[in-house]
């Protein structure tokens, strides 16, 4: 039992803008009431929230465990030692799973979404992600360069079925699609695809079948998460007709869009780009079924790692340094290639500002919420610079005037946008937004049944400061961070889908696993519940 | 007699296509398993020693518990080694241990990827799954490594192959002599090992089309080389396996690993490096996730820092730097070299193995564990990453590994509080 | 006579001694030296555990005993002058950026690791890594001079950026490893592959050297600059002829895998 009483309360998908009033916490939930003589918070003058919510993050899994051996001087540079309450580790863009966790607490988010997992190595980030204690987490798992799928969606069979079989086979809670077709394109020699309508070779599909069909069976299962799709052509110049291309092949169908920033670009391929972003922005605003998270960029070291392994052959071409690709067959590809984004530099100066663009131009805070696109953009740990950057315009106009001029004027950002994000709204993109696009009515508000995972901030002008050092965080219904310690580290729960399949689909799977798969079907599904436990399931509703 | 589905954790290979026969709870016959998985079983479900013994004597398991912890609690700098024999979750617990005693940690068996894990922390590298190599690769290349003979079952999963091969594909073996694997190629390179760099640098060049210095290269088979590099930039999808157990020198793992990334700008190219332990890539996974770094971790200071050379089990033991060791799943004093293994017969050891070997008859503290893969369930990290579970075909009244590391951990820890 | 730090006797694992630097020291009192941390392993200790204190320098310190087990020496120093009397162990030197650190005896792997000033004096001879990169970092020693009168091991000069390394013998494998720029000469034998990777720089031999064929010859001189530089590390102490400070020396280019603006200077003779 606890009583947060009388702090300022922002609690957006209830209405609650600011109110002072008492939060009731019992048994992991929120209360209508407690017994007065319930253990309280004295929250006067502080400013309550639910957890913050990340929808797109890269915290478990072999891309993220390759990603941290390659770069052992970054965690010598930063070091945790071992508590009485805590588990040492390392930190850097890409932390070790330990850190990964206490440090997304610290800075008041409980629940975290994996955006990336090919379910043949799902065993790898269920391990890893019980490895990452106090958030609950989730994953999304890979199906768009899955070659089984290919061949379902090209011979029009079941994949719905497929998909919710594999979700299942994963532990997994939503679907993700990357460069679909293009990651596939990489493993013939190095290739890709430009655009939605290109052959991916040999396979008889294009990206815009592979997006319309895992979409379509996405809406048909009725998952909590809509499809989440990580376009096409990131990064190249003019790429944000791909971008739009995409979203109008998924009209009428839900849709998430990744890093949204990473897709924005106006410019022809090849030459330099600009910004794209109020196109974008109008699309959105325009598209209440459609949702995208930003991807900011933040100044500062970073670490790209992605799915969509032809991008990261580019960026190495750039840095001229270190550089993993990993083949995962039949499922995805992977490419990883430690960065520094420059101020000064045209093109980090340019991402950096259509990510404020976005955010700034924005209409619905509900389906534009915040990420880095964690460590791509940068590191979660930047999160409250960027909060900063958004709800206070004099230090953001002063931010805008320190980097690369050229390519602020390729922007909107120079127009001397006005819209400072109120707290409100932060709640929204930080929590009560990511909650709702991932479908987890418990996570992201504070009404009476929600998870008790609340934050609980002092009121600070500098809002960097603020953000960065919760007073209180509050995971179900335990205080786990005082003034910036962690008090106790529990184990958080895996979130997975519950969706049902017809167990005919293994029967359709065998021939075509057998001739694309090393492991056997049989033991492909992970069903180890020390992997699995402790979960808790997300049921599928609607469609069906 | 019930036939049950299993996992050889015999080598890197992870093959997951196992059947074994078991009447009255043990091992009948097994089927799938190349002559490495017989032996790897048969060690496993032999007569086992006590449960556990302290100098030699059998006592109850909490009793070894107990000296094992007064063991680690007493060291200054204890060494936990060994772990690429057992599973991912008995790594887990080793590297809570390592941690809880402020020891150093290090995956150490026979072969493990010490030189290449190093050198890709200076330049990367590209890899691919079995099924990659299998449906995609054009054109293998085994440089320096004997699949035939280390990971038995590796070439016919891959297709590789003389009587799996397809026409259009080929196997080029680049060795020092004729190996068990150029009798199943399409073409031998001979290359004796201390030409090695200079073959590597050769084919670098010959790659990107740098001018080479020919007198330089006068002993190197020259023509071989250059017909092959040929053939690499040319195809769609190439791999490379070597050994990351003979890849041992750190400047030839850096070219091996740079030759692959310099391919890798013309063609599709990736390297596999072979494992023999059924999980050393585990064990490196583990405590990457863990510590952020794959191998030679030192939690003296209360929290990781790693360093190749210096926290390298076998140099630290050398070096007559550590004052006790717990030994999991690896035969130390047959396998490691005589200056290591000399030190290792002067400090107190705890030995975890399901086997029972030297290294454990002449522990202070033994364990006799169930075998990870044959008597427990688990998870391995195949050579190429993919994790894979580990059945428990045959019934076991014996804890794992991991439990053992976990009951001295929890004594350790208990010790901790005031 | 200078602070000196004795160690009683040699500790049972290594000693790790981070900041025992003399600028460090020079401004502390005795109390505060002897309760300096130092970890025996996993056991937090204090200076005073380990080692007696006397005398008391002015940014001069002086150890003695066996420190072979001794680590960070003189890590990170900045101004003063360090004496090992003996041998000592590992990252002696490591990320210094300045004065001057003398080991008697012979010195442990990664000596010098990161350097970027002053000098480091080995008398006897260094282990592998010496003078080279921390794990996953590009860059090595960025500056100062290391002189070595013995050997050195592996990877002398891996990723060097700027500065000077000497061996008066010889050099192990990979020596210039990846090296940026600077200049790495050994008047012994060198092992295999020199300059492997080295984008710019001078590795200098006056021994035979095994090239890899990436390299190429260029032309055979007598570089000018290098007469200078000889000659400055023949006042240092290193035993150079008039012959090698006056030579001719086969330059050879390299490594082409890598711009090709690095070079391998072999001593020819000085007809």
Known sequence: ???????????????????????????????????????????????????????????????????????????????????????????????????????????????????????????????????????????LVLMGNNLSLFELIRDGGPVTEAVAWLLDAAGGYGVKLVNPGGVEMWKHGNRNVTSLDDQVEGLGVTPRRVLEAVATSVDELGLPHPVHVHCNNLGVAGNWRTTLDTLDA??????????????????????????????????????????????????????????????????????????????????????????????????????????????????????????TDHPNGGSFLSYPRLIRLLMDREFRNEQIGRVNKKAIRRTVLGDDLEREYTLGEIAIITRAGPARLLGLADKGHLGVGADADVTIYSEHEDREQMFATPRFVIKGGRVIVEEGELREAPAGDLLRVAVDHDEAIERTLAPLFEEHYSVQLANYPVREPWLLEPARRVPAGGGR | ???????????????????????????????????????????????????????????????????????????????????????????????????????????????????????SQAIGVSTASFGELRDRAELVVTWLADPVTSNPRLLPRLRLDRAGRAAERTLVVIDARRT????????????????????????????????????????????????????????????????????????????????????????????????????????????????????????????????????????????????????????????????????????????????????GAGARVAFATAAAGVHRDGTAHRMDGVPVALRAPLPSDRVGDGDVLAAIEARVTRGEEP | MPLTLTLREPPAVPLETEGLAPDRLASLRRSEIEALTVWHGNERAQL??????????????????????????GAGMTTGRLTVARDAGMHTGADMRGGELVVEGDVGDFAGTGMRGGRLVVHGSAGHQLGGAHPGERAGMRGGEIL????????????????????????????????????????????????????????????????????????????????????????????????????????????????????????????
């Open chain 1, 1 to 139: 039992m606890l009583r947060i009483a009388q702090g300022r309360v922002y609690d957006p998908a209830n209405g609650i803008d600011g109110e002072v009033r008492d939060v009731c916490l019992d048994g992991g939930r929120v209360v209508e009431e407690l017994p007065s003589h319930a253990p309280r918070i004295d929250a006067r003058g502080m400013v309550v929230m639910p957890g913050g919510v990340d929808i797109h993050s890269h915290i478990a899994g072999p891309a993220v465990n390759a990603a941290r051996k390659l770069s052992p001087e970054e965690h010598r540079a930063d070091v945790l030692d071992r508590t009485a309450t805590t588990r040492s580790g390392t930190g850097g863009t890409v932390p070790s799973s330990f850190t990964t966790g206490y440090r997304y607490a610290l800075l008041g988010y409980t629940t975290v979404v994996e955006a990336a997992t090919p379910p043949l190595a799902a065993r790898h980030t269920l391990a890893e992600l019980r490895d990452t204690p106090i958030v609950d987490a989730a994953f």
């Open chain 1, 250 to 371: 998924l009209e009428g169908r839900r849709a998430h869009l990744a890093h949204v920033q990473f897709h924005a670009y106006g410019g022809t391929p090849g030459k330099r780009p600009r910004s794209s972003a109020p196109e974008l922005v109008e699309h959105l605003a325009a598209h209440p079924e459609h949702s995208a998270d930003v991807g900011q960029v933040m100044f500062g070291p970073a670490t790209t790692m992605t799915v969509d392994a032809p991008v990261s052959a580019l960026l190495r071409e750039v840095t001229g340094g270190k550089w993993v690709n990993a083949d995962l067959e039949a499922e995805t590809g992977c490419g990883i290639v430690p960065f520094t984004y420059r101020e000064r530099n045209y093109v980090h100066a340019l991402q950096w500002a259509i990510g404020l663009e976005l955010f700034l131009l924005s209409r619905d805070p509900w389906r534009v919420v915040l990420s």
């Open chain 2, 1 to 119: 007699m019930a036939e049950r589905a299993a996992t050889c954790a015999g080598c890197g290979c992870g093959c997951d296509d196992i059947d074994v026969a078991v009447a009255a709870g043990a091992l009948e016959r097994a089927s799938g398993t190349c002559v490495l998985g017989d032996a790897w079983l048969a060690e496993r479900t032999g007569d086992a020693p006590p449960v556990a013994r302290v100098d030699g004597r059998e006592v109850d398991f909490a009793d070894a518990v107990e000296a094992s912890a007064a063991i680690l609690g007493d060291a200054r700098l204890p060494l936990v080694c060994g772990l690429g024999q057992t599973d991912c979750e008995s790594q887990r617990a080793a590297v809570a241990l390592a941690e809880a005693v402020g020891g150093v940690i290090d995956p150490t068996g026979p072969e493990v990827d010490g030189a290449a894990g190093a050198a």
């Open chain 2, 180 to 359: 068990a694997t150029a009798d199943e190629a399409d073409e031998f390179i001979e290359l004796p090992p201390q030409l090695e760099l200079q073959a590597l640098w050769a084919m670098r060049a010959l790659v990107r089309d740098v001018p080479l210095d020919r007198d330089l290269a006068a002993r190197l088979p020259l023509d071989a080389l250059e017909r092959l590099a040929g053939r690499l930039r040319t195809c769609n999808y190439a791999a490379l396996i070597y050994d990351a157990g003979l890849t041992t020198a750190y400047v030839n793992a850096l070219g091996l690993l740079a030759l692959v990334r310099d391919l890798a700008r013309v063609a599709h190219v990736v390297a596999l490096p072979l494992r023999h332990e059924g999980n050393a890539r585990g064990a490196e996974d583990v405590l990457a996730w863990q510590t952020g770094y794959p191998a030679a971790v030192s939690f003296a200071r209360g929290h990781p820092r790693a360093r190749p050379g210096e926290f390298t089990a076998a140099e630290l033991l050398a070096r007559g730097e550590t004052d006790a060791a717990l030994i999991v799943g690896f035969d130390a004093l047959r396998l490691l070299p005589p200056r290591a293994a000399d030190h290792l017969r002067r400090i107190p050891t705890i030995v975890i193995d399901p086997r029972d070997t030297e290294t």
């Open chain 3, 48 to 73: 005073a555990d380990f080692f007696a204190v006397s005398g008391d320098g002015d940014e001069e310190l002086l150890v003695e005993g066996d420190v072979r087990r001794v680590k960070f020496l």
């Open chain 3, 148 to 271: 070595v009168h013995g050997d050195v091991g592996d990877q002398v000069g891996a990723g060097l950026r700027r500065g000077l390394i000497a061996v008066a013998g010889r050099a192990g494998d990979g020596a210039g490893l990846r090296m940026l720029a600077g200049t790495i000469v050994a008047l012994g034998r060198f092992g295999a592959a020199a300059g492997a990777d080295m984008r710019r720089g001078t590795i200098v031999a006056m021994s035979d050297v095994t090239l890899l064929p990436t390299f190429t010859y260029a032309c055979s001189y007598r570089p000018p600059f290098l007469s200078l530089y000889l000659r400055h590390l023949r006042a240092l102490g290193l035993p150079l002829t008039d012959e090698q400070i006056e030579g001719r020396y086969a330059r050879w280019a390299g490594d082409g895998l890598e711009l090709r603006r690095g070079e391998i200077l072999i001593y020819e003779g000085n007809e």
